[in-house]
């Protein structure tokens, strides 16, 4: 993703899909010097190219030699060198990557970038919060199971600290999901399991590609989910209807906490989204305001081996 390196700190700054450089406490990237205007300058990404813009600070931004007009945009490109003023120290333009999910820790500064298209908040293992897209314009935060949607730029509360989330939309030309990416509607699960289901081992097909995902214990929940929506399509449910189960009825079943459920489908999701699939989240689906859940993908087998 699109970075900055402080050639004075040797800091790399990481780029969200809009950031705004200046002294003021609501800017992106903060400067102490100062010549530095509140907001003097922003770096943002057009969906082909990341440009600069000063906006008509009173020391002026260069690029290299170039010294900007107001309003003027210059697209970037890896080696340049830009300065903000005079006396704050240059940058180099390290990366010119899109921009990718991140939320950055109000307090120290900590950023969190999405893996697999899952930004999880504070950490991987558990989340407390769990933002992922729900098409080109819109974003979920998924928290305990409730379902909410969270915008660009929003800051969020999570175990009693502040974050706010980038997150990249189609609007802005920054969220990407290439023809070529394989997602959760192409892909046959296979499940087998042993006669006491203490072993499920689980294999996704994507035509003649096959991607072993090997057995684990957050597979289980999964074939729970698998069996309902077989035994619906066996009904002849409709296809939205399909495998739709109370989450304390599957909580019974596997005879855990919620807690414990949340960690094991966040295990698959990532795992699924660790082996290419671009829309790992919709693995298991969520009913908002229901505490029903699904599995995701509707062509599924199981083997009892």
């Not at 949607?149 to 802005?172: F, I, N």
């Not at 079943?253 to 989240?281: C, F, T, W, Y």
Request: one cysteine or more; a neutral charge; glycine letters at 10%.
């Amino acid at each position: 993703m699109g970075a900055l390196l402080g050639l004075d700190t040797g800091r790399k700054e990481l780029l969200p899909a809009r950031c705004l450089v200046g002294r003021s406490r609501a800017c992106d990237l903060i400067l102490a010097a100062r010549d530095v205007s509140s907001q003097h300058a922003v770096l943002q990404w057009t969906g082909a190219v990341w440009e600069l813009q000063d906006l008509g600070s009173r020391n002026g931004t260069t690029v290299g030699e170039h010294k900007l007009a107001f309003g003027e945009r210059v697209p970037l490109r890896r080696g340049h060198q830009i300065r903000f003023g005079r006396q704050s120290g240059a940058f180099e333009f390290v990366d010119d990557a899109p921009p990718r999910p991140m939320a950055v820790h109000l307090d120290s500064g900590r950023i969190r970038v999405a893996e697999a298209g899952l930004l999880a908040l504070p950490d991987d293992d558990p989340p407390e919060l769990l933002l992922y897209p729900d098409g080109p314009d819109r974003w979920i935060g998924e928290r305990h199971g409730e379902l909410a949607e969270v915008g660009d730029r929003a800051v969020v509360l999570v175990r009693g600290e502040m974050w706010r989330v980038h997150l990249p939309t189609g609007g802005s030309g920054t969220w990407e999901e290439h023809e070529a990416d394989v997602t959760v509607a192409d892909l046959l699960l296979r499940f087998s399991h042993s006669s006491n289901e203490e072993y499920v081992e689980l294999v996704a097909f994507v035509g003649d590609r096959r991607i072993d995902l090997q057995a684990r214990a957050h597979h289980y929940p999964l074939l729970l989910l698998a069996r309902a929506r077989l035994a619906d399509q066996q009904r002849g449910v409709p296809e939205p209807e399909q495998g739709w189960m109370q989450q304390d009825r599957l909580l019974a079943m596997l005879k855990i906490e919620p807690g414990h459920l949340n960690i094991s489908i966040h295990r698959s999701r990532a795992q699924l989204g660790q082996a290419g699939v671009a829309d790992a989240a919709r693995l298991v689906e969520r009913r908002k305001g229901t505490r029903q859940l699904r599995l995701g993908v509707p062509r599924v087998e199981i083997v009892r081996v």
